[in-house]
């Protein structure tokens, strides 16, 4: 069968790669076509049509500044689409981009599958009603987005979480310190993401971390689509290091990681890392969301927990001074860093065993066997 995957950012392509392993081994006669990054790109042995990098516009004003862009890609996947003719279109998150591509997709006939449902609990929820109508079959990765679906009667699948698969899958470099140039010194992670709207506000408060550890070393985890001279920019002459590719080796080795608000937070809170969760933007994109946005947290942790789990700094609250306050306790407070770690314990039991590829990709199989 023929499988078109889209995924619009960094986190998609992890995910995406992994079920394009799992479709493989599900169709080993699969073709695929994609609109995704290197990882996917590996997994499918495809060039993709469009990069994640030319993709990632996140916030209200940004999204408005890039609507050219966002325009060109749409046209281009669009015909796409219709020149491939697909078994199935596969998308993955990336609501603003991809629910136009289901809307498409279902003019033309063609079967629409969702794996990672859109955040539509957080904001606008009467999204659902355009999802039911476009969407043939929805793949959960979180818990409580089961009931959410279920109070609108639309069945979805829940099929864990693939941040699971992509930890117990992965093999730690046990000579990550010796290779990236790293001493002995207490490591404090920092995940700024990998979109540059965010990068932009949030890395110089990050690196101004530097004169409140002077005897921890401060390590970025950056992301595929910069280099090494990007985030230097922002930090010059402090001694702090980079590392690509290697987000998973670093959390390993750190005593405590600030991290900004998206997947990062779970796959930190997975490898039991203390964290303090950050996120700042354009003040108004900010603004706006808060009138929109219906939970009462921006963290997958804390949402999935349902109470504060991690400390969250969004905004006027995202200060270097406020992140080293909140890093301090987390490794010099013994009962503060405990109890982070405990509320880990109760996320990792809801979160369930890994396997989420490959009971989705099981799924898809089964239901295109169905109804062909």
């Not at 990672?116 to 904001?123: L, M």
Request: aromatic share 10%.
């Amino acid at each position: 069968m023929t499988y078109y995957i889209i995924a619009g950012e960094t986190s998609g392509d992890l995910h995406g790669a992994n079920l394009i392993k799992a479709l493989k081994k599900e169709d080993p006669e699969a073709e695929f076509h994609i609109v995704g990054g290197d990882q996917m790109q590996q997994a499918s042995g495809v060039k993709p049509l469009i990069h994640t990098s030319e993709m990632a516009f996140m916030g209200f004003v940004e999204v408005l500044m890039n609507l050219r862009s966002i325009a060109r890609n749409l046209k281009k996947v669009k015909a796409d689409i219709q020149r491939v003719n697909p078994d199935t279109l596969i998308l993955i998150d990336f609501p603003g981009f991809n629910l136009k591509v289901a809307s498409f997709a279902k003019k033309i006939g063609l079967r629409v599958c969702y794996y990672i449902s859109p955040k539509i609990w957080a904001w606008n929820q009467k999204r659902v009603y355009k999802i039911k109508r476009l969407v043939d079959h929805m793949f959960c990765i979180l818990p409580f987005e089961v009931n959410f679906y279920k109070q609108f009667h639309y069945k979805v699948d829940y099929v864990g979480n693939p941040l699971l698969d992509a930890i117990s899958s992965y093999e730690f470099n046990p000579n990550f310190k010796e290779e990236n140039g790293l001493s002995d010194l207490p490591i404090i992670a920092l995940l700024p993401g990998s979109r540059k709207m965010e990068l932009e506000y949030i890395l110089p408060e990050m690196v101004k971390l530097h004169n409140f550890f002077p005897v921890h070393q401060l390590v970025i985890a950056g992301a595929p689509n910069f280099d090494y001279n990007y985030y230097q920019s922002y930090f010059g002459d402090y001694p702090i290091k980079v590392v690509f590719n290697q987000t998973y080796d670093l959390l390993k080795h750190a005593s405590a990681a600030a991290v900004t608000s998206g997947t990062a937070t779970l796959e930190t809170a997975l490898l039991r890392v203390p964290q303090v969760v950050v996120y700042k933007a354009n003040p108004i994109s900010v603004a706006i969301a808060r009138r929109l946005v219906k939970v009462q947290f921006i963290s997958l942790v804390n949402l999935i927990n349902n109470y504060l789990s991690v400390i969250e700094l969004i905004q006027e609250d995202c200060t270097a001074m406020d992140m080293a306050n909140e890093l301090g306790k987390l490794m010099n407070n013994p009962e503060h860093r405990a109890s982070v770690l405990e509320n880990y314990d109760v996320l990792i039991e809801k979160m369930g065993t890994p396997g989420a590829s490959e009971k989705t990709a099981a799924l898809i199989k089964a239901y295109l066997t169905e109804e062909n």
